[in-house]
């Protein structure tokens, strides 16, 4: 009797123990386990991917900094649709009809980019919004163009992508005046300068002197990014290398030259409607305040 209620209890622990083998089993083979990494934004990783290929990087970058300048169009034409343009941009519009050396507040460049954009683009809010915008986004694309020699992969692309969350490349881009339109002209006269002080070759040496003067053509504060850049020539190891160079005073050769017209619009022996204090002189140089702009200038 006591053997056959062993052999009852022994069955009946088998049995037990094979169920819970079983559902150990069961359970093991339903248990969810973690799939292979994939991307969190898989489209953000293949325009990262397209943007460190060497042979699609520059029109990716391109089409792009295109797209960017289409949307920021398409906003300051839906936003700005029930109010007047910035007095600056009307100021300029109407300045533009009759150019001149110079004006009461701002050298001419400005001026004469509104006068050639709208001798092709009808004047409409829309033309004078993408005028705008195009200019930020060649800003970025030179910005862009000049990364290249300090960074590299990911690293200038999140850049690139970071400058366009700045207010000054989308927001404050679409008031096109003498402030806006510094963002090209300082990024290709840094970027001019860059290649002159390290090739030293004439030609490079040539356009940065260009482009400088297209600076002080776009705002006479751009004085302060020349003196920058000497600056940073002085201070930099290979300085001895580069002002031995015929380089630094090509530069100052070509930078004078083109500038000459803008000087020589200061002197008061020529004609009123030329001469670029003309409008100024009046009243505006009365006030100690400008006459001290003047002189640094």
Not at 47 to 52: E, G, I, V
Request: hydrophobic content about 50%.
């Amino acid at each position: 009797m006591n053997n056959l209620v062993n052999a009852l209890g022994q069955t009946a622990a088998s049995q037990h123990s094979d169920t819970a083998l079983r559902q150990d089993e069961c359970r093991d083979s339903t248990t969810i386990r973690p799939s292979p990494r994939r991307p969190a934004l898989p489209f953000a990783q293949r325009l990262l991917d397209q943007l460190n290929d060497p042979t699609r990087r520059e029109q990716t970058a391109t089409l792009l900094l295109v797209g960017h300048a289409a949307v920021w169009t398409l906003y300051g034409v839906i936003a700005k649709g029930s109010q007047d343009i910035h007095f600056d941009m009307s100021e300029q519009f109407v300045l533009g009809q009759e150019l001149a050396i110079g004006y009461d507040k701002h050298p001419p460049l400005t001026m004469l980019i509104v006068r050639l954009w709208f001798s092709v683009f009808p004047a409409a809010d829309w033309a004078y919004y993408l005028l705008a915008m195009a200019n930020a986004t060649l800003a970025l694309w030179i910005i862009w163009r000049l990364s290249a020699r300090f960074l590299d992969g990911d690293k200038r692309a999140v850049g690139l992508a970071l400058l366009t969350f700045v207010p000054f490349f989308n927001f404050h881009a679409l008031k096109f005046n003498p402030n806006t339109i510094l963002m090209p002209l300082w990024a290709v006269t840094t970027f001019a300068f860059l290649r002159s002080f390290e090739t030293r070759r004439p030609i490079d040496a040539a356009l940065a002197g260009l482009c400088a003067a297209a600076a002080m053509y776009g705002k006479y504060w751009s004085v302060f990014l020349l003196l920058g850049l000497v600056v940073a020539a002085v201070t930099d190891p290979r300085r001895k290398d580069y002002f031995c160079s015929p380089a630094p005073w090509i530069t100052v050769i070509f930078g004078a030259a083109a500038i000459a017209p803008q000087w020589y619009g200061f002197s008061p022996t020529i004609s009123p409607r030329c001469r670029m204090p003309s409008w100024c002189m009046g009243t505006r140089l009365r006030n100690p305040r400008y006459r001290a702009q003047w002189a640094i200038c």
